[in-house]
Nanobody, 130 residues
């Protein structure tokens, strides 16, 4: 079965860290552009960290810049999202998605509707609260 599966979410105190994983099964993530998206209750989905497949570009919105880092481990067929200095406003469901590798990070992060993305996970919940 071709899919991506997120893991690593949970409850963390403000200022804490989490590392999310996006693992692919049935295909290789190596050539795909990858986006991490989040959706908080009552808010629209937003791209929070993206990486281009062919050009390796990365994009972080100002809300997470300097705190979040997206990275690949091709040997493990996994993409990670390292989240540091977490804030309550980072709470939400986090999804990873894989799209055509020629798309740069900026394009992937804008595809919040999902159209044009090849694979979309079911999400992992991150709650930042004391």
């Amino acid at each position: 079965q071709l899919r991506v599966v997120e893991s690593g979410g949970g409850l963390v105190q403000p200022g804490g860290s989490l590392r999310l994983s996006c693992a692919a099964s049935g295909f290789s993530l190596n050539s795909y552009s990858i986006g991490w998206f989040r959706q908080a209750p009552g808010k629209e989905r937003e791209g929070v960290s993206c990486i281009g497949g062919s050009d390796g570009s990365t994009l972080y919105p100002d809300s997470v810049k300097g705190r979040f880092t997206i990275s690949r481990d091709n040997a493990k067929n996994t993409v990670y999202l390292q989240m540091n200095s977490l804030k309550p406003e980072d709470t939400g469901n986090y999804y990873c998605a894989a799209g055509p590798g020629q798309l740069p990070a900026q394009t992937i992060c804008s595809m919040t509707h999902g159209y044009g993305l090849d694979y979309w996970g079911k999400g992992t919940l991150v709650t930042v609260s004391s």
